[in-house]
Nanobody, 115 residues
Framework: QVRLVESGGGLVQAGGSLRLSCADS????????MGWYRQAPGKSRESVAG???????NYADSVKGRFTISRDNANHTVYLQMNSLKPEDTAVYYC?????????WGQGTQVTVSS
């Protein structure tokens, strides 16, 4: 059973930074493209960033130049470094396979950016 656990969210002022982590209890991180997704209140879940096994990355236009996705295969973990945060980045952030997520989601981690 796939189990992904997100952590690292919190409350931060606009312009601040956070680093999210996604721990994988199995080994899908090592073999699949992984991504970060987010869902803001009243909105659909959207893709934020993805990283392929070879290391190439993909970002939504809204976060390009501010967010960086990375992976640590040895520790089965995917990270999302978020800089220059904006109030519109406020959402629950999830990790999953990319670009097609598994039909099972973790609890996510809340990111709140105050203006």
């Amino acid at each position: 059973q796939v189990r992904l656990v997100e952590s690292g969210g919190g409350l931060v002022q606009a312009g601040g930074s956070l680093r999210l982590s996604c721990a994988d209890s199995g080994s899908i991180v090592n073999f699949f493209a992984m991504g970060w997704y987010r869902q803001a209140p009243g909105k659909s879940r959207e893709s934020v960033a993805g990283i392929y096994p070879g290391g190439s990355t993909n970002y939504a236009d809204s976060v390009k130049g501010r967010f960086t996705i990375s992976r640590d295969n040895a520790n089965h973990t995917v990270y999302l470094q978020m800089n220059s945060l904006k109030p519109e980045d406020t959402a629950v952030y999830y990790c999953n396979t990319f670009p097609t997520p598994f039909n099972s989601w973790g609890q996510g981690t809340q990111v709140t950016v105050s203006s």
